[in-house]
């Protein structure tokens, strides 16, 4: 079937076929090597202010859990690191995988986290977020990632809790008063590169802001989050993990680091 996804009719390996871009030079995830990651000490930190009363509601599209942000004005934006301008938030949502070992997008030295947090912010200099998707420099995400570990990081809770309301496809609840910056580690080191969006349409419009320290959830969190389903509610059950993209050709790209 032409709808896109994970499984061996309509994965990664074949979003191509509709999605031209997916072949592109500068796709996303990519791996990230130390050896090859250049300090910038031109890049400044990187700023969130965010309106707790942007957020909205939280949903399950079949691929993903997805927090939706008010981003009608410059409520609740992102700063600095290697912006230009101020970028408005529009969705949180996650990728993960079938067991702990796996389901980050991008891959650090080889090392591959449980899932990967994504912050969608856009730039409002190109009108609407449909004019930024075709801009260079239209989309900012910041990436999160998550590890298993023993003292899981509370303000993930939020989210999990609201997972027994959207167990299918289609399913949506208010999630308001919520300010997402709560889930950034403690340091703010990044590394940034240029890419695409890790799903279709895979435009090349992203500056990737990836943290390098990763927030610790609980292996329940992350059992939590493997019992969202793909299907709809009266569907035979198809569980939704392993929703994250392989890493794809670097193709010449520097990746910068904002540490040493
Ligand atoms: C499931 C589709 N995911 C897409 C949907 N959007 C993209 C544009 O949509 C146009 C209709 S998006 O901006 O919400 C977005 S961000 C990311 S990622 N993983 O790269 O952070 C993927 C996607
Ligand atoms: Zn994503």
Redesign the pocket.
């Known amino acids: 079937q032409s709808v896109w996804g994970y499984d061996s009719d309509n994965g990664p390996e074949r979003w191509h076929e509709n999605y031209p871009m997916a072949k592109g030079d500068k796709q996303?995830p990519i791996e990230i090597n130390s050896k090859d990651v250049r300090h910038d000490a031109s890049l400044t930190p990187w700023h969130a202010s965010y309106d707790p009363g942007a957020a909205k509601t939280i949903l399950n599209?079949g691929?993903?859990c997805r927090v939706v942000f008010d981003d009608t004005f410059d409520r609740s934006v992102l700063r600095g690191g290697p912006l230009t301008g101020a970028y408005r938030l529009?969705?949180l949502?996650l990728?993960w995988g079938s067991s702990d070992d796996h389901g980050s997008e991008h891959i650090i030295d080889g090392e591959k986290y449980a899932a990967e947090l994504?912050m969608?912010h856009w730039n409002p200099k190109h009108g609407n977020f449909a004019g930024a998707?075709k801009q260079p420099d239209g989309?900012a995400?910041v990436g999160i990632f998550l590890k298993v570990g023993k003292t899981p990081k509370a303000e993930i809770k939020r989210i999990l809790e609201e997972i027994d309301n959207i167990k299918t496809k289609g399913k949506e609840a208010p999630f308001q008063h919520f300010d997402p910056s709560i889930l950034f580690p403690k340091s703010r080191d990044y590394w940034t590169y240029h890419g695409s969006?890790?799903?279709p349409?895979c435009e090349e419009c992203?500056t990737w802001i990836l943290l390098r320290e990763p927030i610790e959830v609980s292996a329940d969190q992350m059992a939590k989050l493997r019992s969202l389903s793909k299907n709809g509610e009266n569907e035979p059950v198809n569980p939704l993990v392993d929703n994250w993209r392989p890493p794809q050709p670097v193709k010449g790209r520097i990746v910068r680091a904002s540490f040493k």
Do not use: A, C, D, K
């Open positions: 996303s599209n691929r993903t529009r969705q949502h990728h994504h969608v998707l989309v995400v969006f890790t799903t349409p992203i």
